[in-house]
Structures are given as structure tokens and as C-alpha cells.
């Protein structure tokens, strides 16, 4: 789990990207727009982060035979 400054780092930045995007588009979507947008992208990559993670350790403590199917995240 991340601490807070660094997950509100993390988000403050993806807010930044999306406002300099949506700037250069031409449109403007709004603060709550933009922070919902932000949540939903950092919780995307974060759950992908943390799915790998549970892959690497379930895999090495069953051994080299992984009998659990493989899950594909969408978008990956």
C-alpha cells in the first residue's frame, strides 16, 4: 500500500497530465471531473501493480508449476 503523499503526488500529477491534455484538445471538464478521472486511472495502474505482485508470489511459493488460470486485466 502506498502512503498518502505519495498516492497524492501520484494523482496530483496524473491531474496535471489530464488538464495539460484536455488543454491542448481544447476543453475544459472541470476540477471534479479531472480528480474522478485521476482516481480511476491511479487505481487502474495500481490494482495491474499490485495483481503482478500477487502472480509472482503466488507462483514461487506453489513451485514452477502454476496451476491457477492466468487473468488478463483489460486495456494490458
Same mark, same amino acid.
Given at each position: 500500500? @502506498?502512503?498518502?503523499?505519495?498516492? &497524492?503526488? $501520484? *494523482?496530483? /500529477?496524473?491531474?496535471?497530465? #489530464?488538464?495539460?491534455?484536455?488543454?491542448?484538445?481544447?476543453?475544459?471538464?472541470?476540477?471534479?471531473?479531472?480528480?474522478? @478521472?485521476?482516481?480511476?486511472?491511479? &487505481?487502474? $495502474? *495500481?490494482? /495491474?501493480?499490485?495483481?503482478? #505482485?500477487?502472480?509472482?508470489?503466488?507462483?514461487?511459493?506453489?513451485?514452477?508449476?502454476?496451476?491457477?488460470?492466468?487473468?488478463?486485466?483489460?486495456?494490458?
Amino acid at each position: 500500500m @502506498l502512503d498518502a503523499p505519495v498516492h &497524492a503526488a $501520484i *494523482l496530483t /500529477l496524473i491531474v496535471w497530465l #489530464l488538464k495539460l491534455g484536455a488543454g491542448a484538445i481544447g476543453i475544459d471538464l472541470g476540477e471534479d471531473v479531472y480528480i474522478s @478521472l485521476a482516481g480511476v486511472i491511479l &487505481a487502474y $495502474i *495500481l490494482s /495491474l501493480f499490485g495483481y503482478s #505482485l500477487w502472480i509472482r508470489g503466488t507462483s514461487k511459493s506453489r513451485g514452477f508449476t502454476n496451476d491457477q488460470p492466468r487473468y488478463r486485466p483489460p486495456f494490458t
